[in-house]
């Protein structure tokens, strides 16, 4: 059977096989050796994340890899219109502590893969409310969410298991506000790209690559013109 | 856990999660329903695809589907440059009828499609040979692929499983040589869209959609603001 990586997280991961999205481009470079499974839930924090895992990770065979996504909800601002999705960066450092502990215990060879949430741009989120914003302001600042990314990867530092600072990642670029953002959030192409990168080279630190893992059925270079089914014998 | 569609094929299969491929449209579109399993071996034809069906497909639980998209291999033809992937029409049709008996012996309830090669743009093949082209001619042509797409809908009328007649459906559309193709025989943006659609529309003939089937885990518009963690009780 063939491995798995599964992609868990709210709707970064959800929406990540739109077009140009992350989690195709993982299934493309994997491609003949890993089937990557999309376990994105919209609008979720590591609350609900935590009231949902068994029933989301409910199989017995240890995949390669998870990667936990989280952070983009749970930093929603408690005094803003989107509250009811905000969770205390304490109870967010511990919720992804909880996360980690059960994939751990489960799986205690996968590797777990936390990633960061992104920048936030706060003049756009104002176009793109979730539900009615009588206030004005936008419901996540930029500031904020940077605290919950330094909340991640010092979990991630904690536990012992990989990270992505896509926060510090994403800024590094020029005009990361319209180059890696859609709508001040969610991301775009170029943002998407920088995912796919990031999670690719995490993995390959710990020799998840194609370069090593073994491909699924001769490929067709391998395969004999003069006598094409010797590649198909004993397999 | 979540249902599953396999996508069993060749490098039209292999690449669809290459950006805006029909395999990566397919998991965003049956998100939080169905989990898409890419199962595409490049330049295999019906042949070496019998050869590894039972490694192909190991596991006990029926997916709901499995689409078979063989054939634009099969119709190489045997006295050009990529002879050593051709199989005879009449065996193409016993080998269909055997992937088919296959699936419907395992998994007696699992709905197939098999979609039909797609048509060829034969001045557009000789600028990307697989191999050493010595004769100059395309290793394909649209006609005798055209015959292979046919035989695929006889085999599916004869096993009352679902068609995609890719190679009608794609010449209906003008300048369809490159509109539809991307190298004369592999799929571009508009080409991948089509398939997208077909599978969508022929999975719907059987009741399988987004509209039908039950969504994994509660979604962000039901869950109360007021009373957020009332939508995980008993999950």
Redesign the interface.
């Known amino acids: 059977?063939r491995p798995k990586i599964y992609l868990f997280g709210d709707s970064i991961t959800?929406?990540s096989?739109?077009?140009?999205?992350w989690?195709?481009?993982l299934?493309?470079h994997f491609?003949?050796t890993v089937?990557v499974?999309?376990r994105?839930?919209?609008?979720?924090n590591t609350?609900?994340a935590l009231?949902?895992i068994e029933?989301?990770f409910?199989?017995e065979t240890a995949p390669l890899a998870v990667t936990v996504f989280f952070g983009a909800n749970d930093a929603c601002l408690p005094d803003r219109c989107s509250a009811?999705?905000h969770v205390p960066i304490d109870e967010y450092k511990l919720n992804l502590h909880s996360i980690v502990s059960f994939l751990k215990g489960r799986w205690p060879t996968t590797q777990i893969v936390l990633i960061s949430p992104p920048p936030i741009d706060e003049p756009t989120r104002l176009l793109y409310p979730f539900?009615e914003n009588k206030l004005g302001l936008p419901e996540r600042t930029n500031e904020v969410a940077g605290n919950y990314a330094k909340a991640s990867l010092a979990v991630a530092a904690e536990c012992g298991v990989l990270a992505v600072d896509l926060w510090t990642r994403m800024q590094q670029l020029p005009g990361w506000q319209t180059a890696c953002l859609s709508d001040g959030l969610h991301l775009s192409k170029t943002g998407n790209e920088i995912v796919f990168e990031e999670v690719v080279e995490a993995l390959k630190k710990k020799g998840l690559s194609v370069e090593t893992l073994p491909v699924d059925?001769p490929?067709?270079n391998e395969?004999d013109?003069?006598d094409?089914?010797k590649s198909?014998e004993g397999?």
């Open positions: 059977m959800e929406m096989f739109e077009d140009g999205g989690g195709a481009s299934v493309n491609n003949r089937d499974v999309l994105g839930y919209s609008g979720y609350r609900w009231k949902v029933k989301v409910d199989e009811f999705q539900i059925l490929v067709i395969i013109p003069n094409p089914l198909f397999i």
